[in-house]
């Protein structure tokens, strides 16, 4: 295997695995690498339940789909983004269908199209309630069809090799041998998804823990947004598996203690036997955690081992309903609960879900680096702005890994010139890791300073902050930042060291966490799923803008604010419920 490629692209889920195939298709000589420090089908992708959004129906438009995205997020989307986003989901999607993929249909045979919170259409196409694991399959398996396409699975990326302000490639670890190499490339894709794990409570897998993010912040290329923490309003407790937004969209309810259809107190409607878009239970989802908040502080949460919860309840929809379109959602709650949804109430609280913010790019998926590029949940488009409607981050990953691996093969193909220098920075790297994270030390532990880390996430930067809370959490990271340099690793061995990648991944978290809690600090307003409890009100005069933090020499941070772009949606109330 030479370690040269055209395009490597850090990532091997549904957006690495689309850019991938674009690549492929777009240019049959280039060269490819897919690094991913899982095999591609272990992907968070694959856990991806609900659906897709696209526009299909003819009772439906890219308007209403761009202006319910628009509101969702507050206003925080670039509307450009979002107006090219929606045109080209439901092309993406039929594209997957030709692949393969099998998308749930209606009798008559057309797709199958259901509701989701915050959309004012049925336009989440779905397979079953395991979207993800077949799109995640359909992409797999049409990238074995190319033979430009070389796999480094389980290698981990430890950094980007950088000369001169451009990318050059990566050093990574092969899990197996422990070897250590430089992947050298004319262009690099991040396509490593989100970062859930900095919280404690989370829907997100454990290689959730923001890589990509902190990757691109030390090697000089600005994230944005990194304030805007989805909440999703039903996860399991303990655990934090997530209960589809589709039990919602189905007809499910949301109740408190004492049986009641909380909701209707939150400004989202009135209760209606069968679900009402935007209304309700299918409002967005930062309305309906902030919505629990304010149950718990009333008392009229359900206490449980596992804190406060409240009760989603699906047994008026019957158990044919179920097992055809929630079979997962019953196998969850039997494995993992010891409930069974067609007879008893599921226990749900808020969980942390999705990152809106990440690595600053263009519609391209450019970031400030040349030949550095970013798609999926890992970049910020913005098409999510500062809460993303369910269903729109699986044709995100499709549309943008579509079109970074257009602009990266289309760079890549007139940048073919190397640099050595950056082999000297690989060398550099490989002492590094094999100095500071193989040989046995006393010190700090890994799992106490994770713990530290995201009790205080939890903590400050939780469904609502305050300036009081972010400013001592900064001072925590930071505290945490320097006890990390002492972190002890004693697993010595070369063969899947997984002590070694858990101490890095928690240096990637670190990061990012510092970069959320410093945003959320700056941003003295509410909007969306930044809620500051000491500036309750959204204030577009000094805030419609995307938040910029960039990395100093010094290791803090510096933050600036870009324009959002409005195209035809002027600033307004959110409305829901009518
Ligand atoms: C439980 C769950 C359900 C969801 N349901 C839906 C839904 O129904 N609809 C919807 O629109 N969205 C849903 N989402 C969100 C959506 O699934 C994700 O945002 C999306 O799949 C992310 O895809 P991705 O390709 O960006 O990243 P991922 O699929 O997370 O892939 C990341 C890749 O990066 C690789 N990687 C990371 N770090 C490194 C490193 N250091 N070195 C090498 N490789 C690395 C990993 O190995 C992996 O291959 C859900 C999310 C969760 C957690």
Not at 139 to 167: A, H, I, M, N, P
Not at 195 to 217: E, H, Q, W
Not at 278 to 287: A, C, F, I, K, V
Not at 459 to 475: F, M, N, P, V, W
């Amino acid at each position: 295997m030479s370690n040269h490629h055209d395009v490597l692209l850090v990532g091997g889920g549904g957006a690495g695995l689309r850019a991938a195939i674009e690549i492929a298709e777009t240019n049959s000589h280039l060269s490819i690498a897919v690094v991913s420090k899982v095999y591609p089908m272990r992907s968070h992708t694959v856990s991806a339940e609900g659906g897709a959004a696209g526009v299909i129906r003819d009772d439906d438009s890219l308007d209403e789909h761009a202006y319910d995205t628009i509101s969702g997020g507050d206003w925080l989307c670039d509307q450009d983004s979002v107006e090219m986003f929606v045109e080209e989901a439901p092309r993406e999607l039929l594209r997957l269908e030709h692949s393969g993929c099998p998308w749930s249909r209606e009798p008559d045979g057309q797709i199958a199209v259901r509701a989701f919170g915050g959309m004012k259409n049925k336009r989440t196409w779905f397979a079953a309630d395991k979207t993800g694991f077949h799109m995640l399959h359909t992409l797999f398996q049409t990238s074995l069809k190319y033979k430009s396409v070389v796999r480094y699975d389980e290698w981990f990326v430890t950094k980007l090799l950088v000369d001169d302000g451009r990318v050059y490639g990566v050093v990574a670890i092969e899990l197996m041998s422990g070897r250590i190499e430089a992947i050298t490339a004319g262009a690099v894709i991040l396509c490593t998804g989100g970062c859930g794990r900095v919280f404690p409570f989370t829907t997100n897998a454990n290689i959730k823990n923001g890589d990509g993010m902190s990757l691109a912040y030390r090697a000089g290329a600005p994230l944005a947004d990194m304030e805007f923490i989805q909440y999703h309003p039903t996860g399991l407790p303990f655990t934090g598996i997530l209960i589809t937004e589709a039990t919602r969209a189905e007809g499910g309810y949301l109740i408190n203690k004492n049986g009641d259809r909380y909701l209707q107190d939150y400004g989202l409607g009135k209760p209606e036997p069968k679900p009402v878009l935007r209304s309700m239970e299918l409002g967005p989802r930062d309305r309906l955690s902030q919505a629990f908040v304010k149950e718990v502080e009333k008392g009229h949460a359900v206490d449980t081992d596992f804190g406060p919860v409240v009760h989603l309840d699906l047994r008026h929809l019957g158990e044919e309903l179920i097992n055809r379109k929630l079979p997962f959602v019953r196998e969850l709650c039997l494995k993992y609960e010891n409930i069974d949804p067609v007879t008893e109430l599921i226990p749900v609280r808020p969980v942390v879900h999705y990152m809106m913010g990440g690595v600053h790019t263009d519609m391209n998926g450019a970031t400030s680096l040349a030949g550095l590029y970013a798609a999926g949940e890992v970049a910020c488009v913005s098409i999510n702005g500062a809460n993303r409607l369910g269903s729109n981050s699986l044709s995100e990953i499709l549309v943008f890994g579509a079109r970074a691996g257009r602009a990266a093969a289309e760079y890549a193909s007139s940048h073919t010139d190397t640099s050595t220098a950056v082999l000297a920075q690989a060398a550099d790297e490989r002492n590094r890791l094999q100095q500071r994270f193989t040989r046995k030390r006393s010190g700090e532990r890994i799992a106490d300073l994770r713990d530290e880390m995201q009790k205080t996430m939890e903590q400050s930067a939780g469904i609502y902050r305050s300036g009081e809370s972010l400013s001592q959490a900064a001072d925590t990271l930071h505290e945490l930042q320097d006890r990390f340099a002492s972190v002890t690793i004693e697993d010595d061995s070369r063969t899947f060291n997984t002590e070694r990648i858990s101490a890095l991944e928690l240096a990637y978290m670190l990061d990012v966490a510092e970069t959320i809690v410093n945003s959320a600090l700056r941003r003295e307003e509410s909007r969306g799923a930044h809620q500051r409890t000491d500036f309750p009100a959204r204030d577009d005069k000094r805030y419609l803008a995307h938040t910029l933090i960039h990395r100093e020499p010094d290791g803090s941070c510096r933050v600036e604010y870009l324009p959002v772009t409005i195209t035809r949606w002027p600033p307004a109330e959110r409305i829901y419920g009518t």
